[in-house]
């Protein structure tokens, strides 16, 4: 429903920043799906899984904002000045993003300018994959006799970041668990500096690709493995990168089924 045009209502409409998740459409939250069957607007990225889609307002406009390695359809900033725009439009305007909006989706960014001019918002946390792909592969991320700490690390960087590059050697000896979100294009500049900060070339490492989908896999190895098993199998992106004791997990003693089509 559009805003009338009366200068008794708010020159805005509202904002929701909502997670949708990292794909199974079962642990997308109620308060998500409620905004979405109620949206006036709907600005979704690319990593939304279609049944999630398939929860939008039919009468909804729907606008794809997605990025992907190599194929941006709208800049970060097209994408805030489509949803500011939205927002004099509509009532009611969801900003769908995939996994959580707060971690590596640049929700944070969006909130800023949105609250800088006035706009009302409101965030709905979402399951991000980092928690969920390890989760249905079967590797607990912290565990009293593996990993007792974890550190979440975007593994692609902008190139325009105020700040200096990830501190990878750091990184290496800040916990006993590394997730890394977006990192298998980078990998091979990632694991020699994780090695010679002083990681055991031994260290096993996962590789999960499209966590929680119908159709994820995962690829287990070592640091000095696991590039030429990468190549010998073709495994790509999306994937949520695992390091750590904790991928030795034995997963026989777990419920079944543990998703593994590698």
Known sequence: MQNPASNSLPPFGTVYLVGAGPGDPGLFTLKGKTLLETADCVIYDALVSPPVLAMINPTAEKIYAGKRKGQHSLLQEDTTKLIIQK????????????????????????????????????????????????????????????????????????????????????????????????????????????????????????????????????????????????????????AIVVIGTIVNFPTDTLPSPIVNNI
């Open 87 to 238: 927002a004099h439009q509509y009532d009611r305007i969801v900003r769908l993003k995939g996994g959580d909006p707060f971690i590596f989706g640049r929700g944070g960014e969006e909130l800023e300018d949105l609250v800088k001019l006035g706009i009302p918002v409101e965030i709905v946390p979402g399951i991000t994959s980092g928690i969920a792909a390890p989760a249905y592969a079967g590797i607990p991320l912290t565990h009293r006799n593996y990993s007792s700490s974890v550190t979440f690390v975007t593994g692609h960087e902008s190139a325009e970041k105020y700040r200096p590059a990830i501190n990878w050697s750091a990184i290496a000896q800040s916990a006993e668990t590394l997730v890394i979100y977006m990192g298998i294009h980078n990998l091979p500049q990632i694991l020699p500096q994780l090695i010679t900060a002083g990681l055991s070339p031994e260290t096993p490492i996962a590789l999960i690709r499209w966590g929680t989908h119908p159709d994820q896999s995962q690829l287990i190895g070592r640091l000095n493995t696991i590039l030429d098993q990468i190549e010998a199998t073709k495994f790509t992106a999306p």
